[in-house]
């Protein structure tokens, strides 16, 4: 035996010492083969380099590019959600459809990262539809090599073949040359699994989340507290995100799922966009969630030319935030501008002359200039006392129209009956919910102008609120929500392999 040859031996042994090992990463291992080949003598540098440059390596690289680029945007795994459609049909169908989606994935996809995508979704279809994993998981491993050969690029022999036959002076194969072979053969794969071949899969006993989950639900009575929202045609939400919704802010609930054409989401994120026709899975209180809905608690009333009398009550000015300001360190919404003095902040200009957005959450600091309303002796006050400078207060004529705009009054009445009569306005959560300011309260022909926020709201009230228009169509599209009850059999929609509920212990040092 030559030194060649046993060096040749001593490098394959290593490489697969350390393929089986796991602790390189494949590609690292088949670097090392490559250098200690050429450092050894036994393939010369352009040898070793000649790969780098082939086609057929290139094509690989880009497939599996392709692959991971697929997974990290999570258009793979949009791609699985339509399955769900299928989880209330037939054993067969849904087999047939699992089977033709892996195929049709491995066309574009590495097959074992189509296994890897798709497993998740599998064992969810499992669970919704009551079946044991077992009786998917094998048609989703035959889809998933079936496919492979689709086209030209979608497995690696492919390639190579395509590669060896160009090289050869050949005629290669096309890019779709193997399609209808190949669709034969997944027609074929498929015909025989739902025909015969589901005969012989197991039959594993499902898993028992589901049954743990209602026992949760029924030990903290979910069902009392879980109800379904449809956004209709035409709803102010519509096009929306969660969070620009409110309601967590505004009205305490959670939004465990949102439907949205037979196709569920757990969890959404507060990003994602609202459309008119869907359905949201919430938790909460009831007293909460009918607080703003219909006219029930809530009633907006169209603006009159009566209600602009507030407007000659208060006046508009502008100020800065001095350097020895109480205020500053403090956010608008902690501060005591609106609580203990009654000015309310239409805007705010920072440092770098730009308005600033979230008004509620903005720090406070020096050299900011204030935008305010509020009845001119509060303003003097808040002069006298130091906390801004420079006020200058604003004549009808200098109030520009973008100004005018953030001053828009909704007129809204409180019934009687209503939840909110009792209660005072920090309670309402029309400021802290929605970013409403009640600027006057008409109760009869008394008019009460920048009310305290601990002003009790009284049946029959006329609350003027100001907000900007953003703020006003978000009440109006909560009030226009289809409220309706749930019941346990949604429990165990609010489950899947990567979401779903445990009880927990509080430690008393948390």
């Known amino acids: 035996?030559?030194?060649?040859?046993?060096?040749?031996?001593?490098?394959?042994?290593?490489?697969?010492?350390?393929?089986?090992?796991?602790?390189?990463?494949?590609?690292?291992?088949?670097?090392?083969?490559?250098?200690?080949?050429?450092?050894?003598?036994?393939?010369?540098?352009?040898?070793?380099?000649?790969?780098?440059?082939?086609?057929?390596?290139?094509?690989?690289?880009?497939?599996?590019?392709?692959?991971?680029?697929?997974?990290?945007?999570?258009?793979?795994?949009?791609?699985?959600?339509?399955?769900?459609?299928?989880?209330?049909?037939?054993?067969?169908?849904?087999?047939?459809?699992?089977?033709?989606?892996?195929?049709?994935?491995?066309?574009?996809?590495?097959?074992?990262?189509?296994?890897?995508?798709?497993?998740?979704?599998?064992?969810?279809?499992?669970?919704?539809?009551?079946?044991?994993?077992?009786?998917?998981?094998?048609?989703?491993?035959?889809?998933?090599?079936?496919?492979?050969?689709?086209?030209?690029?979608?497995?690696?022999?492919?390639?190579?073949?395509?590669?060896?036959?160009?090289?050869?002076?050949?005629?290669?194969?096309?890019i779709?040359?193997?399609?209808?072979?190949?669709?034969?053969?997944?027609?074929?794969?498929?015909?025989?699994?739902?025909?015969?071949?589901?005969?012989?899969?197991?039959?594993?006993?499902?898993?028992?989340?589901?049954?743990?989950?209602?026992?949760?639900a029924a030990s903290y009575q979910l069902d009392a507290h879980l109800f379904t929202l449809q956004i209709s045609a035409g709803s102010p939400l519509d096009g929306r995100t969660l969070a620009e919704s409110r309601l967590g802010s505004a009205l305490y609930l959670t939004v465990l799922a949102l439907q949205r054409k037979g196709i569920l989401t757990l969890a959404p994120r507060p990003s994602e966009v609202l459309r008119a026709g869907d359905t949201l899975i919430v938790h909460g209180r009831p007293d909460h969630l009918r607080r703003f809905h219909g006219g029930e608690h809530l009633q907006i009333e169209a603006p009159n030319p009566a209600h602009d009398r507030v407007h000659r009550c208060l006046v508009l000015a502008e100020g800065r935030v001095p350097e020895k300001s109480s205020l500053l360190g403090a956010t608008l919404g902690q501060s005591e501008l609106r609580r203990s003095h009654r000015v309310h902040v239409l805007a705010v200009s920072g440092g770098g002359a730009e308005a600033v957005k979230e008004l509620r959450h903005h720090l406070i600091a020096a050299g900011d200039r204030l935008l305010v309303q509020a009845e001119r002796e509060a303003l003097e006050a808040v002069g006298r006392e130091g906390l801004l400078s420079d006020l200058h207060f604003l004549e009808a004529e200098e109030v520009p129209a973008a100004v005018r705009g953030l001053a828009r009054l909704l007129p809204v009445r409180v019934p009687e009956g209503s939840v909110l009569a009792g209660k005072d306005l920090i309670e309402s959560r029309l400021g802290n919910g929605?970013?409403?300011t009640a600027i006057g309260i008409l109760r009869g022909d008394e008019l009460l102008c920048m009310p305290s926020p601990q002003a009790t709201v009284q049946a029959g009230d006329l609350l003027l609120l100001q907000g900007t228009p953003q703020d006003l169509q978000v009440l109006d599209g909560l009030q226009r929500l289809e409220i309706q009850a749930q019941t346990s059999a949604m429990a165990a929609e609010l489950e899947s392999q990567q979401i779903g509920a445990t009880e927990v212990l509080l430690s008393p040092r948390t």
């Open 1 to 174: 035996m030559s030194i060649e040859v046993i060096i040749l031996l001593v490098i394959i042994t290593a490489a697969l010492a350390l393929f089986v090992s796991g602790r390189l990463r494949v590609d690292v291992v088949g670097l090392l083969v490559l250098s200690a080949l050429a450092l050894t003598g036994l393939v010369s540098a352009q040898e070793a380099l000649a790969g780098f440059s082939s086609p057929a390596v290139v094509t690989v690289w880009a497939m599996f590019i392709l692959s991971a680029g697929l997974t990290r945007t999570g258009i793979a795994q949009r791609l699985g959600q339509p399955l769900q459609r299928f989880t209330k049909r037939g054993e067969a169908l849904l087999m047939a459809a699992l089977m033709a989606a892996a195929s049709l994935l491995s066309a574009l996809i590495n097959t074992v990262t189509v296994a890897a995508i798709l497993l998740p979704a599998t064992m969810e279809l499992a669970r919704r539809s009551g079946r044991p994993p077992s009786r998917l998981l094998m048609p989703l491993a035959l889809g998933c090599l079936l496919g492979g050969p689709f086209t030209g690029i979608s497995t690696p022999p492919n390639i190579l073949v395509t590669d060896a036959l160009r090289a050869a002076g050949l005629r290669p194969f096309g």
């Open 176 to 216: 779709f040359e193997f399609t209808p072979i190949t669709a034969a053969i997944v027609a074929a794969g498929i015909a025989f699994v739902v025909l015969a071949g589901r005969r012989l899969l197991p039959q594993k006993a499902a898993g028992a989340s589901a049954d743990s989950l209602h026992q949760l």
């Open 434 to 436: 929605f970013g409403l």
